[in-house]
């Protein structure tokens, strides 16, 4: 009895390894063809409208900071910065220039002398200072440019 239960286990094993083997030529055959047939033919989005404005967007180039004026300021005196320093976008409009820092000689910040509300410089003492000047444009392309600006005695 116990040799007809050592050739039936022969032969399940020989039988399950089989199946196995057979599942796995099947599966590696059968997997590739069925990924092929759930390709998905691809959308082209060239042609929508809001596609072509976020192009026309992304490819805009920033904003120009340029000086206008005088960079030799007396101490003491207010700086206007609209008077010294003049912002446009891509068209050619007018934008804002704000000041984002104001940093002097030693590299300190200085930014307690720029005055948002009149949008100056006030009460700067001698020496040379380094403006950090930021605009933006109405598709919020941002330009940063920093200029030297010296107070004299």
């Not at 072509?52 to 300021?73: E, L, M, Y």
């Not at 007396?74 to 104001?102: M, S």
Request: contains cysteine; hydrophobic residues 40%; proline residues 3%.
């Amino acid at each position: 009895m116990k040799q007809a239960y050592r050739e039936m286990a022969g032969i399940m094993t020989a039988g399950i390894v089989m199946v196995f083997l057979l599942v796995f030529a099947a599966g590696s055959a059968l997997l590739p063809k069925l990924g092929q047939e759930m390709d998905i033919p691809g959308t082209e989005y060239r042609g929508y409208q809001d596609f072509a404005q976020t192009k026309s967007v992304c490819s805009r180039k920033p904003p120009k900071i340029v000086r206008k004026g005088s960079w030799r300021w007396n101490e003491g005196e207010e700086i206007g910065i609209g008077r010294i320093f003049q912002g446009t976008d891509a068209e050619g409009n007018a934008v804002y220039v704000e000041v984002a820092d104001v940093i002097d000689e030693k590299g300190n910040s200085r930014i307690g002398h720029y005055h948002r509300g009149g949008h100056k410089l006030v009460g700067l003492e001698k020496g040379m200072y380094l403006l950090e000047l930021r605009a933006s444009d109405t598709e919020h392309k941002v330009s940063v440019k920093r200029f030297a600006l010296l107070v004299q005695g």
